[in-house]
T-cell receptor, first 117, second 111 residues
C-alpha cells in the first residue's frame, strides 16, 4: 500500500531564506508520481508541483523545486526566497494510478510553515 | 481562469438530515475526486470518477454516503442520514491527466 510520511508538523523560516519540507513515500509501484499542495488559512488546496518517478530532472516551478531522491524514496519540497504569503500547510501526496482500476490517493499529515518577517 | 466550484460553501445541519454537496469540475477534465479533511484524519479520498464512471469509492462509508456524476458538469456527494462525525471540509477536485485542481471546499457541520 502507498504511504506518505511528513515528519515535520511545523517549520519556521525567516523571510527571504530557503526552506526544505520533507516527504518520504513508500510504494511498490514501478511508476508513480508525487504532488505537493499548499493549503493557506483560507482552506483552499493549491497545486504546486509534480514529480514523476521516471522524470530524470528534478521538477521546478518558480520558487518551488523538488529534491527527488528515488533510492531514498524522498521528495522534499524546497521553497527558495520565502515570502510571508508562503505561510500555510503543505501536503505531499501520491495520486491514484490512472492506468489501473482503483488506488487511493494518499496525503501526508502536512507541515505547517510559518514565515517570519 | 477556470476553477472547480462547489456549493454550498458552508452547511450546518442537524443529525439525521440529508446533505447534498455539489461540484462543477473544470470543463474538459475527465477525472473528479471527492476528499474529506478533518483534523484527526487529515485528507482522505472518498471517491473518484473517470469519464463519469466511479473508479474507487472504497474510502466512503457505503451505508450513508453516495457519490454520483449525473453529467460531465456536475458531481454530487450525498450523506443520508448525516451524523456529527461527518463534520468536516469536503473538497472536490478535477483533473485531466495527473494534476488535480481543488475546489474551495464545503465546510459541513452536523449538530
Amino acid at each position: 500500500a502507498q504511504k506518505i510520511t511528513q515528519t515535520q508538523p511545523g517549520m519556521f523560516v525567516q523571510e527571504k531564506e530557503a526552506v526544505t519540507l520533507d516527504c518520504t513515500y513508500d510504494t511498490s509501484d514501478q511508476s508513480y508520481g508525487l504532488f505537493w499542495y499548499k493549503q493557506p488559512s483560507s482552506g483552499e488546496m493549491i497545486f504546486l508541483i509534480y514529480q514523476g518517478s521516471y522524470d530524470e530532472q528534478n521538477a521546478t516551478e518558480g520558487r518551488y523545486s523538488l529534491n527527488f531522491q528515488k533510492a531514498r524514496k524522498s521528495a522534499n519540497l524546497v521553497i527558495s526566497a520565502s515570502q510571508l504569503g508562503d505561510s500555510a500547510m503543505y501536503f505531499c501526496s501520491t495520486p491514484p494510478r490512472f492506468y489501473n482500476q482503483g488506488g487511493k490517493l494518499i496525503f501526508g499529515q502536512g507541515t505547517e510553515l510559518s514565515v517570519k518577517p | 481562469d477556470a476553477r472547480v466550484t462547489q456549493t454550498p460553501r458552508h452547511k450546518v445541519t442537524e443529525m439525521g438530515q440529508e446533505v447534498t454537496m455539489r461540484c462543477q469540475p473544470i470543463l474538459g477534465h475527465n477525472t473528479v475526486f471527492w476528499y474529506r479533511q478533518t483534523m484527526m484524519q487529515g485528507l482522505e479520498l472518498l471517491a473518484y470518477f473517470r469519464n463519469r464512471a466511479p473508479l474507487d469509492d472504497s474510502g466512503m462509508p457505503k451505508d450513508r454516503f453516495s457519490a454520483e456524476m449525473p453529467d460531465a458538469t456536475l458531481a454530487t456527494l450525498k450523506i443520508q442520514p448525516s451524523e456529527p462525525r461527518d463534520s468536516a471540509v469536503y473538497f472536490c477536485a478535477s483533473g485531466l491527466g495527473l494534476e488535480q485542481y481543488f475546489g474551495p471546499g464545503t465546510r459541513l457541520t452536523v449538530t
